[in-house]
């Protein structure tokens, strides 16, 4: 079962995602218990994260990730979105900073954010 999300930022519009329940099930239910949520955006290569109303500890988390992969990084009760290398990366996936709860993917192309600026204002909520 996977829940659709809604991401919106002014650079990227909105930009749907699968939080994937199977996957992780402690961190899938506190994301989709907390949403909405508002919060501005903080970028580390080609990553956005942004801090959420989630407290929670790591549930089979890593480090290595996929392009479009939704992360939620315990040591910063952050969002992370991966759309390309980070500055921890030595090849072309993405890095997270430190172990993160992958519980979703962008659907489309995560490439998008890109175009998202430090201090943007996002809001995630249910499609």
């Avoid at 949520?37 to 996929?66: A, C, H, M």
Wanted: aromatic share 10%.
């Amino acid at each position: 079962m996977a829940t659709r999300i809604k991401i919106h930022t002014a650079s990227t519009g909105y930009v749907e995602a699968e939080i994937l329940e199977q996957i992780l099930p402690k961190t899938a239910k506190a994301i989709v218990d907390n949403l909405p949520f508002e919060s501005s955006v903080n970028t580390w290569g080609e990553e956005i994260y942004f801090s959420i109303p989630v407290d929670l500890d790591e549930e089979k988390s890593q480090r290595e990730v996929e392009v479009g992969d939704c992360g939620y990084w315990p040591a910063g009760s952050c969002f992370c979105i991966f759309f390309g290398r980070t500055p921890a990366s030595s090849g072309s996936k993405p890095v997270a900073a430190s172990a993160v709860n992958v519980f979703g993917r962008i659907v489309g192309d995560a490439t998008v954010f890109r175009k998202v600026r430090d201090g943007e204002k996002i809001r995630v909520e249910r499609a």
